[in-house]
């Protein structure tokens, strides 16, 4: 077997530790295991044929994301179910922990929650909520890189994460409630 | 109370456990935090919402067949060339 070219080394050792990531954005992206698994194979193949216009040393997994976001836009159909907007604005920012201070004011009933559930409240969320949340909160991304990665500002990256966590929050907690895993002093009548 | 009030306190929660605030921000939300019980309960609420974010969301990985595959692609790749 031929020896490997320090390309095919460096890409080894920079693009493969991300496999994981790419295939969990995938999915999210994508709402389809199949789907995510074609997504996350056309993306490596693409990033390896492109592997020399990567700054070396620089933030591989983002120049991936960017390589499988943009290869989801163009040859990717959409989720088929339009996933349920909640009217945010009618809101108020922190009703739902006022709602629950008093019974579990640390949130500890988030830790119940199974975690097909909680992936079930994400791939609930709008497209462009979802997937600042998934960058960010699941990946650990920063802001910064998710900006350069979408392409939109900073302060976007911003209203959206905040949005997201929100409607986030009062779908999992919907969720509690109705399992039982937190009782709401005064239930609405 | 100079620096941030509760409201700005409370829209700043996020980005303030996410270190993404400006160090001046991050010091005044701390100090905030510090002094405001009710904030300081948000906080510990936002941050479990966050751990579980984190470690629940993030245990899928990259099926082993998938994994094989795309190495068995890139190898082929190499030879090509």
Redesign the interface.
Known sequence: M?E??AA?RS?DEEALPH??A???VA?RLTGDASQA?DL??DT??KA??SWRQYRPGSNAKGWLLTILRNTFINDYRRRKHEPVAMDLEAVE??AL?RSI?EVD????F??Q?V?AK??EA?DALPDEFREV??L?????M??AEIAETLQIPVGTV?SR??RA?RQ??AQ?YAHAVEMGYIQPRESPR | MSGVDCAQALTNLGDYLKQELTPELMAEVRRHLERCRDCFKHAQFEESFLTMLETRAGRETCPAKLRARILALLRAEVEDH
């Not at chain 1, 004011?105 to 500890?108: L, Q, R, V």
């Not at chain 1, 960010?136 to 650990?140: A, H, K, M, T």
């Open positions: 031929a490997p070219s095919g890409f496999l994981d790419l295939y969990r999915l698994e996350v194979q490596m193949l390896y044929r920012p922190h922990h201070e004011p640390e949130g500890s988030f830790a929650i975690d909680v992936l994400i949340l998934v960010s909160d699941v990946e650990g920063r802001y911003k994460l905040f966590r986030l929050q999992l």
